[in-house]
């Protein structure tokens, strides 16, 4: 192999195709002189040399390909032939580039998504072996786990290697400059071990082999080292006084660490609860080596059904429901990554369709191009390689920007829903979403655009000598492709239009309290003065003291028209339920959330009293005890029966477990949970009775000027202890939070709707207009014959309606059957929602409309005779 | 059989040159006078068919002058040449032979 020729030949281009332009001009010199000298004139002889020459370019082709260069030397001229065909068909171009570039744009970016929330390894070692543990039983699918519960699984589980308990436990930090208000959770001593990270500075908990580890002791984040404690060198030496006493601190979790979500500091705690029922814990565990999740549940509910058989009521849960770790952390948003992935796979085939009648139309108008090449000697091979190049240098184009499309779309979603997005997810663009990016864009290009190129190529013979784009019978695609972007547009549409409706009925909805005009004051109490040491809650003497005077100063404030507290705000994201006995009962029988508040919350937060009475001044700690019970309570507990009088009592209610109360009044009911949540039976006891669990409560302030009102409401905190901590905010905020995710999903959606019906118009408007251009002819003879502008106008716009037609027919069929699948995620309405339907044909027709007005006018002022002349 | 042509024309190449070096045409020339104007070798089949034989080293190129003073590449069989030629001239006889034969019984 003569290696030199070869390299010569690919490294030496022009000199290699000048020495070959050399020897063939000598060839066809030397056969010109040769028929000279057979006797024929110059002319003649000349082309009769041409003719034995063959055809140029495939001889060429030929003789490169036997030095063995074609491959690069051909995609460089690909290359450069597809960019000056491009040049010439600039509107093509673009359109391509953004079609591409939104389809792709949008599709990279909820693989981005979609990547980091569900592909991604979660950032703990061997994170596959991660599970989260809880209780099953009859009424709770999945609750969390009580101590003694977590004491059986640890010392019995063969299946797990390591368990671990936690709990989110918000402290107060008091004795740096300011008292702060922390994410804390307390966990037992071998949290870290059970997910392998350990701490970078200092050490985790001494865990003593098993449960009787250390007590008093903390690990910080790195974030709250740094930020909190101003990266102070001698940490160690810290003690934390938090709302569980004090703690050393031991040791400096890695940056980014965070498990639980948002957590800065783990408090080491034990639990010697004997009881089965306080569900407390949220337990995780690390199955043994070659141990499977199954494995593991069928131990643990074998575990559950022994107790449950030696211990009987005394224990609710029946077995155990195990997740991975990974479904647990992202249950909540997998639903919505998939609704997500479909809507925009759909707005990826509205831009593919896009781009196939593009390229249609153009492979059309390259045909008489493509046949002289043809003519020329060019193989089929050849002009399918060129177009292929061409569609593929559209298709990177496009990619390219539709990347930094997505980029700036994960940014927009990342900045819209960080409460929708588990925090572990690290949601970027990177190499890895890139490359998915371009295979999806060059994908798209060779899909939309080789089988027209196919098309087109198959029969050029004739094309060339009819002068190209006669009046055949084409377009016959044409069709088809607009009713395939009217019934994807439609499905979106549809999609999107009962997000935004069920969006609609869940702010429509009365949550049972006001929400406008209504300021926040978070008070958390310090431990140290307000819970009493002996029993863990609220000291009966300091904590209404302290709220009384809070209340007493802000009445006197100059624009609060109201004010009241509750300890557990709705919408705050806590809540503690009872069980309780009714009138002497000796059994529990029937349960309910707990809140404390004063006499004027109800007012104030708007709660409408509708039986009996509210709390008055009478109703002190000295007094009987008394409780108002919402209308959920009344009719689930009392069906029937007026509950005014009758008698409760909640045994495991601190400080007065024996004390029964009497119902006083009946309130309305209150989405507590969320504004989409269902509502549950709750009691309100008087805080002056029951100060327990108000060491945090949430002063409400009714006013019209907030702004003023803030600092005062802080100040009246401050000055009834300067160790308060106070946190303002409003129900507005807390509202917006509580539909944040629905608000998140409905955006998007909506967005990508948008999206797929402009491109549907848009498509529809290219193809319409291209057809018109291409009939100018007949609908030149049309209007020569007699037809008016009119009727000419009515042809384009019947055209499209009878394509546009069954594709909504389609679409509406299509969502009829898919919108099911989302049907757990809408609100108040049915998935088969009829407004939804109807205004969505209504838009689709109206949208394809108005994309076909501008073509159809433009035939409409077709000059026959232009038109006629025009071949 | 497309083989067969295919090393038909490499053949005839070949053993033109064994009558000493010649440039392209000169070569095309050669096979139709010699087939008595039956064979007209085009361009599109002889230089890619030349070029092959020379990246495998049976003939060597040559830039030089021709006759009529012009710039022309002269192509001369090497020795690997003849002796592929040698192989082929005998693999042709006996492939010759045997469809004589076969059409004769035929």
């Known amino acids: ?871 | 059989m497309l083989e067969r042509v295919q090393g038909s024309l490499d053949m005839m190449i070949l053993k033109t040159l064994m009558n000493g070096t010649m440039h392209g045409w000169g070569i095309a020339h050669h096979i139709r006078t010699r087939s008595k104007d039956a064979l007209h070798v085009r361009q599109g089949a002889l230089y890619p068919a030349v070029h092959r034989l020379e990246d495998a080293g049976l003939v060597r190129g040559e830039w030089g002058v021709s006759d009529n003073n012009r710039r022309a590449r002269f192509y001369t069989i090497s020795a690997a040449g003849k002796r592929h030629l040698t192989v082929e001239t005998a693999d042709w006889k006996s492939f010759v032979r045997v469809v004589g034969l076969v059409m004769e019984l035929a």
């Open chain 1, 1 to 871: 192999v003569n290696l030199r020729a070869r390299l010569r030949a690919l490294f030496d281009r022009k000199t290699a195709e000048a020495d070959l332009d050399d020897e063939l001009r000598f060839h066809l010199e030397m056969e010109t002189e040769h028929q000279m000298r057979m006797g024929l004139p110059e002319g003649e002889a000349k082309r009769r040399a041409r003719v034995e020459f063959g055809g140029v370019e495939r001889y060429r082709d030929e003789s490169r390909d036997a030095r063995g260069v074609g491959a690069v030397e051909d995609l460089t001229r690909d290359l450069r032939v597809a960019l000056r065909s491009l040049k010439r068909a600039p509107g093509f171009a673009l359109i391509s580039i953004f079609t591409v570039a939104l389809g792709v744009g949008t599709t990279t970016a909820v693989f981005s998504l979609i990547d980091g929330i569900l592909l991604r390894p979660l950032p703990y070692p061997n994170a596959d072996a991660h599970v989260r543990i809880y209780e099953r039983s009859a009424k709770y699918p999945a609750s969390s786990v009580s101590g003694a519960n977590f004491l059986d699984i640890e010392r019995q589980s063969k299946t797990l290697e390591t368990v671990a308990f936690f709990s989110d436990w918000p402290q107060t930090i008091l004795g740096l400059a300011e008292p702060v208000r922390v994410d804390a959770a307390v966990v037992s001593a071998r949290f870290f071990d059970v997910l392998r990270v350990r701490p970078v500075t200092g050490r985790g908990f001494l865990s003593d082999g098993g449960r009787n580890g250390e007590t008093h002791a903390a690990v910080i984040s790195d974030r709250f080292w740094r930020q909190t404690l101003s990266a102070r060198s001698d940490w160690s030496t810290m003690l934390l006084h938090g709302d569980r006493g004090d703690s050393r601190i031991v040791g400096i979790m890695p940056p980014g660490f965070s498990y639980p979500t948002g957590v800065d500091v783990w408090v080491v705690g034990t639990d010697d609860n004997p009881s089965r029922t306080a569900h407390n814990w949220s337990v995780i565990g690390r199955l043994e080596p070659g141990a499977r999740i199954d494995d593991a549940r069928t131990e643990l509910d074998h575990l559950f059904g022994a107790l449950k058989a030696q211990l009987g009521k005394d224990i609710d849960a029946e077995g155990v429901t195990i997740r991975t770790l990974r479904e647990s952390l992202t249950r909540r948003v997998r639903t919505l990554m998939f609704v997500l992935l479909g809507a925009v796979v759909l707005v990826l085939l509205v831009a593919c369709t896009n781009l196939a009648s593009a390229n249609l139309a153009r492979g059309e108008g390259q045909q008489r191009e493509l046949a002289v090449r043809t003519a020329l000697g060019a193989s089929r091979g050849r002009l399918i390689r060129q177009l292929a190049t061409e569609k593929i240098v559209l298709c990177v184009a496009g990619g390219l920007f539709g990347i930094a499309l997505a980029w700036m779309l994960v940014r927009v979603a990342v900045a819209l829903g960080p409460e929708t997005l588990p925090a572990f997810a690290t949601v970027t663009v990177d190499m890895r979403v890139m490359a998915f990016g371009l295979v999806i864009a060059i994908a798209t290009g060779l899909v939309t655009g080789m089988a027209p190129a196919l098309r087109v190529t198959n029969d050029l013979r004739g094309v060339a000598a009819s002068g190209g784009g006669g009046a055949g019978k084409r377009g016959g695609l044409r069709g088809p492709l607009i009713a395939t972007e009217i019934a994807l547009a439609t499905v979106l549409l549809i999609g999107a239009g009962l997000f935004l409706r069920s969006f609609e009925t869940l702010l429509a909805e009365d949550p049972g309290y006001r929400i406008q005009r209504i300021e926040l004051a978070d008070v958390a109490l310090p431990s140290a003065g307000y819970t009493n040491p002996k029993v863990g809650y609220g000291d009966t003497l300091a904590v209404p003291r302290f709220f009384t005077q809070v209340l007493r100063r802000l009445r006197a404030t100059p624009g609060v028209d109201a004010v009241g507290i509750v300890n557990q705000i709705p919408l705050g994201g806590s809540g503690v339920g009872t069980g309780f006995m009714i009138d002497g009962g000796t059994e529990i029988k029937a349960d309910a959330d707990y809140r404390v508040v004063d006499s004027a919350y109800f007012g104030t937060i708007g709660i409408p009293l509708l039986k009996g009475r509210i709390f008055t001044s009478a109703d002190n700690a000295g007094a009987a005890h008394v409780v108002i019970i919402n209308r959920e309570a009344a009719d689930k507990y009392w069906q029937g029966v007026d509950p005014l009088g009758h008698r409760i009592r909640p045994p495991g209610m601190d400080s007065h477990r024996d004390v029964w109360l009497a119902i006083v009044g009946v309130v309305g009911n209150v989405r507590h949970y969320g504004l989409d949540q269902p509502v549950s039976p709750e009691m309100y006891v008087h805080y002056l009775q029951r100060p327990e669990r108000m060491t945090s409560a949430s002063v409400v302030v009714r006013t019209s000027r907030p702004t003023a009102v803030a600092p005062a409401m802080r100040a009246a905190a401050k000055e009834a202890d300067r160790n308060a901590l106070v946190e303002i905010h409003s129900m507005q905020s807390l509202a917006d939070h509580s539909v944040a995710g629905r608000r998140f999903s409905m955006t998007v959606l909506s967005a990508f709707s948008a999206l797929a019906l402009f491109l549907a118009a848009v498509g529809i408007y290219g193809v319409l207009a291209y057809g018109v251009v291409q009939r100018q002819r007949e609908i030149g003879v049309r209007m020569a014959l007699g037809a008016t502008r009119g009727g000419v106008r009515g042809l384009i716009l019947g055209d499209a309606m009878r394509a546009v037609v069954p594709g909504l027919a389609v679409g509406l069929a299509a969502a009829f059957f898919t919108t099911r699948f989302v049907a757990a995620m809408l609100y108040g309405i049915a998935p088969i929602d009829p407004p939804t339907f109807i205004v969505t044909a209504a838009v689709i027709l109206v949208v394809a409309l108005g994309a076909s007005l501008w073509p159809a006018s433009r035939a409409a002022r077709v000059d026959p005779m232009i038109a006629m002349r025009a071949e």
